[in-house]
């Protein structure tokens, strides 16, 4: 048996509907609706014994990244405050900046990496992400990796 796993962060679209339901049981369990695993698996459309065979392999990525080191990625417009403004929605929401890195801006964008601290997030990531691509000036955002 091979003891070496691999880890990679997939679009929800991408997986299976038994897995996306395998977390909304977890959901429910962890916020009390689902009293038991039977009660939550029923919830969510699946069956105990498909909660049990996948509940270990996986977690939503806001999950596994609160509390950790997390590296974003961005492509931001080329124009002035517009960095300003996505290192106010890190402040803004409690996520403490460590490294940025941009390279010289070409055909009207940026492209960036922001390393951050999360710990002290007061939003889930999904939130922060959502609300991220909402900033002014902001063509793309999303996590590169966590530790």
Do not use: W
């Not at 065979?53 to 124009?79: A, C, N, Q, V, W």
């Not at 055909?107 to 990496?113: D, L, W, Y």
Request: charged letters at 20%.
């Amino acid at each position: 048996m091979n003891d070496n796993h691999k880890y990679y962060i997939v679009e929800d679209s991408a997986l299976p509907e038994v897995l996306i339901r395998c977390v909304k049981a977890k959901e429910y369990l962890s916020s009390g609706r689902g009293k038991t695993v039977g009660e939550a698996a029923a919830y969510a459309g699946i069956s105990r014994s498909a909660f049990y065979k996948y509940k270990d392999l996986i977690s939503p990525f806001s999950d596994m990244s609160l509390g950790h080191i997390i590296t974003f990625s961005m492509i931001l417009r080329d124009e002035p405050g517009v960095l300003s403004g996505i290192l106010a929605h890190f402040a803004g929401n409690g996520a403490n900046v460590l490294t940025i890195y941009q390279t010289i801006p070409s055909g009207g964008r940026a492209p960036v990496t922001i390393s951050a601290d999360t710990t002290g997030m007061n939003t889930d990531l999904d939130s922060f992400i959502e609300r991220a691509m909402g900033v002014s000036g902001v063509i793309s955002f999303g996590p590169l990796a966590g530790q």
